[in-house]
């Protein structure tokens, strides 16, 4: 029988961006000891499945409402099963990840969460930027255009985007129209732009080019989703023009673990 004393917490693990050795250490030995792994197969590839057992079972959740998805759940926790909600990028970052823990929570099923590589640090990696260059840029904002899933009035993308920030633009490729207005008008349309579709995975690519030809690159390469939007002017500075460093590391500079000589 089992008891209390047996069943273990539901863990939403981030699958991280897609590479498979990108998730992390944590949430690959959690795989490894999975019973269950619910996915959302539209977006995890099936590569990353490859650190489960063989007779781990697989639920694709793309498919399933969220009705459907917490009853698997319940079944798996109850009969002492250790259950994997496997999400994308990071769990907490437009997962919707926090009205699964408030059904559990009302079933008194615990959880935890691991968390994972988001697409924007997988493409700064593999553009090889900094989002957060002195006298550039030293704010990120990470967000998405308004569509069916809407935003908080104060959050439009317009008005972020009067910051001029770096950003990166999620979820929203299918709005690229409206998202090239944007980028125009507070960044200028020969503002650098970068689309990054599936980053990390074989089919990654990377495309650069200026928000006033950002609408016609994404149709011309038939983009139509998993693609992150890059903007800002740390896009623009290259190995070869990079002007201004931080302190960090400059002689002239003292902090607690180091002391300039005079």
Not at 244 to 249: A, D
Request: some cysteine; glycine content about 6%.
């Amino acid at each position: 029988m089992t008891t209390a004393s047996n069943r273990h917490p539901v863990v939403f693990v981030g699958a991280g961006p897609g590479d498979p050795e990108l998730i992390t250490v944590k949430g690959r030995r959690a795989l490894e000891q999975a019973d269950l792994i619910i996915y959302a197969g539209s977006l995890v590839p099936e590569a990353v499945l490859a650190w489960a057992r063989p007779e781990t079972r697989r639920v694709n959740s793309a498919g399933l409402h969220m009705e459907s998805i917490i009853a698997e759940i319940k079944s798996a926790y109850h009969t002492g099963g250790r259950v994997i909600r496997l999400h994308t990028g990071d769990p907490s970052l437009y997962g919707a990840v926090f009205e699964q823990m408030a059904e559990l929570n009302r079933l008194d099923i615990p959880f935890k969460v691991i968390p994972g590589v988001t697409a924007a640090f997988a493409a700064a990696a593999a553009m090889g930027i900094e989002y957060t260059l002195p006298q550039v840029s030293q704010t990120l904002i990470l967000t998405r255009m308004a569509g069916r899933t809407p935003v908080p009035e104060a959050e439009k993308l317009a008005a972020l985007a009067a910051h001029r920030s770096s950003m990166a633009i999620y979820l929203s490729i299918s709005l690229i129209d409206e998202v090239q207005t944007v980028l125009c008008t507070h960044y200028g349309k020969d503002a650098p732009c970068a689309v990054v579709y599936r980053v990390s995975q074989p089919e990654e690519k990377i495309i650069t080019t200026t928000a006033g030809k950002l609408a016609q690159t994404v149709r011309r390469e038939k983009i139509t989703r998993q693609a992150l939007i890059i903007a800002g002017q740390v896009l623009a500075v290259s190995l070869e023009t990079l002007a201004h460093r931080s302190r960090l590391y400059d002689k002239e500079f003292s902090h607690a673990f180091r002391r300039c000589k005079t």
